[in-house]
Each structure stands twice: as structure tokens, then as C-alpha cells.
């Protein structure tokens, strides 16, 4: 069956360094892959995309690579600040049931940047 | 511009009863997808609906139903209520009919809490 894990359901890291968090799946070959950030009581916030044929995005503190070999995303967070504390979702696009297309989430990793 | 409102922001409802959830996509989006978030785990797709036809369903039974609006609202109907839908239910838009090659926009979510 299809799997997407988030490994270390939760990280602390000290601020000012970077925070590494990976996304692995089975069974799937994605076209797209999406990293989310939720704050308690809130709905996820968008924060990049990645394609199958990019190897790596970059957007300000924030960079994502992703291995379609090894089935594997990673996402950075440099120079992190407390800030950054929150649970971070990677989502995959696969086809559903009809041929629909849908976002599928991992478990999330709740990050802990502590001053 | 206001993002994705989701109403009522807090619900609770015993076994066997019925619920309404309300969604407005943030103005000019014409897709709207539903999902159910269990306490820590990520999102579970349920619905999605572009130009007011149902364009992907989750693993999910038919107690659960959508539809949307001509102004691209949307509904999400739950019957016959069960202790384990009790859940977070987050609504997100986006512009066209793609999900996983967009961003979702996602609104902060009705809890639903059955006693």
C-alpha cells in the first residue's frame, strides 16, 4: 500500500542552526510534492513546491530536495529562529479514485527551535 | 483579501446526528477540497469540487457528502455522526482544477467533537 512517513514525529534543534526534516514514501511516483507549516489551532499555511524533475527549490531560509530514487524529500530550515517552531506536513499529489488527482500528508514533524 | 472562512469555527454534536460544514474559497478560486485531521496526523482528503462538480473522493463513506455552490462556496455534509469523526475538518481553494500543482490555501478548520 501506499505510504508516506515522517520520520522523528518531533525535533529540537538550538536556534541558529538548521533544522532538517525528510519526508519518505512507498508506492507512490508523485509528480508533485508540497511542505506545509500548521500552528496550533490553525489551518496548514503553504510553504513550497516541488516538481518531479527538480532536484532542489530554495526560498529565503527555507530549501527542499527531492529524490525520486531514493523516494525522498528533505526540508531545511537555516539559521533557524524560535519562530520556526511548528509541525511540518509534507504532501504528495497522487491520483485518487476517477483519475482525480488529491494532496496525500504525511503525520507531520513538530519542530521545536529552542533560544 | 480575506483568505479561505470556514464556519462554524467550533462544533459539538452527539451520535447519530447530523452536520453541516461551510466553506468560502478565497475570491477568484474555483476549487475547493475537504479534509479531515485527526489529532496528530496530517490532513486525510475527503472531497474535492471544481466548478461545482465533485472531481476526487477519498477513502471515505457515503455518510459523508459536498457539494458546491455557483459562487464556488462550498458544503460539506456528515450523517449519522460517529465518536470517530471527531476531528478537525479543513477546507482549502485554490484557482484551477489541479490539486497537487498548486498550493492549497487552507482555512483554519470547523473542530467537530461528538459526545
Known amino acids: 500500500s501506499q505510504k508516506i512517513e515522517q520520520n522523528s514525529e518531533a525535533l529540537n534543534i538550538q536556534e541558529g542552526k538548521t533544522a532538517t526534516l525528510t519526508c519518505n514514501y512507498t508506492?507512490?511516483?508523485?509528480?508533485?510534492l508540497q511542505w506545509y507549516r500548521q500552528d496550533p489551532g490553525r489551518g496548514p499555511v503553504f510553504l513550497l513546491l516541488i516538481r518531479e524533475n527538480e532536484k532542489e527549490k530554495r526560498k529565503e531560509r527555507l530549501k527542499v530536495t527531492f529524490d525520486t530514487t531514493l523516494k525522498q524529500s528533505l526540508f531545511h530550515i537555516t539559521a533557524s529562529q524560535p519562530a520556526d517552531s511548528a509541525t511540518y506536513l509534507c504532501?504528495?499529489?497522487?491520483?485518487?479514485?476517477?483519475?482525480?488527482?488529491?494532496?496525500?500528508f504525511g503525520s507531520g514533524t513538530q519542530l521545536t527551535v529552542l533560544p | 483579501d480575506a483568505g479561505v472562512t470556514q464556519s462554524p469555527t467550533h462544533l459539538i454534536k452527539t451520535r447519530g446526528q447530523h452536520v453541516t460544514l461551510r466553506c468560502s474559497p478565497i475570491s477568484g478560486h474555483k476549487s475547493v477540497s475537504w479534509y479531515q485531521q485527526v489529532l496528530g496526523q496530517g490532513p486525510q482528503f475527503i472531497f474535492q469540487y471544481y466548478e461545482k462538480e465533485e472531481r476526487g473522493r477519498g477513502n471515505f463513506p457515503d455518510r459523508f457528502s459536498a457539494r458546491q455552490f455557483p459562487n464556488y462556496s462550498s458544503e460539506l455534509n456528515v450523517n449519522a455522526l460517529l465518536l470517530g469523526d471527531s476531528a478537525l475538518y479543513l477546507c482549502?481553494?485554490?484557482?484551477?482544477?489541479?490539486?497537487?500543482?498548486?498550493?492549497?490555501?487552507f482555512g483554519d478548520g470547523t473542530r467537530l467533537s461528538i459526545l
Open positions: 508506492n507512490y511516483s508523485p509528480a508533485y
Open positions: 482549502a481553494s485554490s484557482p484551477g482544477t489541479g490539486v497537487g500543482n498548486q498550493p492549497q490555501h
Open positions: 504532501a504528495l499529489d497522487r491520483i485518487s479514485s476517477g483519475s482525480a488527482r488529491q494532496l496525500t
